[in-house]
C-alpha cells in the first residue's frame, strides 16, 4: 500500500451497536459500560420497519459514526457529496434467519404465504442497499462474507475504493446478529451487534475540516498469520502499541497491549476486523503511541492491517 499523501486515508469516525457497549471506547474495557446499547429500545422504530435484525443493527451503528464524523445532522442530513459515497459491509450471518425463514415457509406452506415485504432480507446485499437507501448514498456499494477476514478484507475495499478515485468516503460496516438460526449453525454465541467506521480520503478530511482520528497504512493477506503481518508491517514503522488478535502470530511485532475482542464480545466473525478498527480509533483518541496492528484469521487465508496515528501519516 502506498503511504504517500495522495493515497492516504484517514478513519474521521467511529459508531457501535453493540449490547451494553456506549462507544468505541468501551472496547478498550474489561467490562460493558451502564447505560450502553440495548437491542430491546434500540431496534425499534418506524424507520426500522420491515428490516432485518442484522440490516437494524447496521443501520444503528452508522448513525453515530457519521454523527461522530461530522457528516450527518438532524436539519442537514447527510451533509458528504451522496455520489461520492461508498458502502462496504462485512457480514457472514447476517440475512440466515431470513433465508431459513422464506425456505421453511415455502416447505410447509407453499409459495403463496411468502410475504413480498420480507423478500429484500433473503439477499445477501440487502444490508449494504437498506444504507445506501436509508441516507441516499449512490456511490459504489459492496457486500462481503468471506469469513472471519471479511471485517478486514471489507476495510481494505473502503481505503482502495477511496485512492482509486471512486470516492471521497467510505461507510465500512461489520456486523453479525445472534439468532436461533445462528445459534445452531456455530454452536456459539454471536456478538449480536454492528461496528461502523468512517473513511475519508485526505484531501476530502482537510477541505471540510475533520479531525483525522486514525490512518491506514498497511494490509496484508498470506496463507499464514506471520506472512500477513509482515506484509501489512513492510510500509510501516517498527512494532507495535496495540496488538488487537484472537492469536498472538509467532513472531508479534512488538510488545505492546493486546485486545482479544472475541473474548469478551462472543463470536464476531466478518464483524470482528470493524471492531478492531474502532478499539485502534478510540487508543489513538486516548494518546495511544505507536501503530495498532489487527489481524483475523480465515478459512483461506489470514489478513492484517496495521494503523497508525494521524500524526503518522
Known sequence: MSTDRAHTVFVTGTGLAVPGLSGAADLLGTAPAEGGFDPETGLTGRDLRHKDRATRLALRAVGPALEDAGL????????????ATAVVVSSNTGNYDSVCGYVDTAALRGSRALSATGLPQTS??????WIAINYGLRGPTVGLGNGPAGGLDAL???RNLIAVGRAGVAVVVGVEPHNDVVARLLGTTAVDGAAAVVLESAEHAARRGAR???VLRGYGRAPGLDGAVRRAAADGPDGAGLLLVDRLPDEPPGTGRVLDLQARLGHCSGALGVLQCAAATAWFDRGGRGPALATAEGTD???ALLLAPPDAS
Not at 72 to 83: K, L, S, V
Not at 124 to 129: A, C, L
Open 301 to 303: 487465508a489470514s489478513v
Open 124 to 129: 445477501t446485499s440487502g444490508i449494504v442497499g
Open 156 to 158: 481494505h475495499w473502503g
Open 72 to 83: 450527518h445532522d438532524a436539519d442537514d442530513g447527510f451533509t458528504a457529496d451522496p455520489a
Open 212 to 214: 483525522p482520528r486514525a
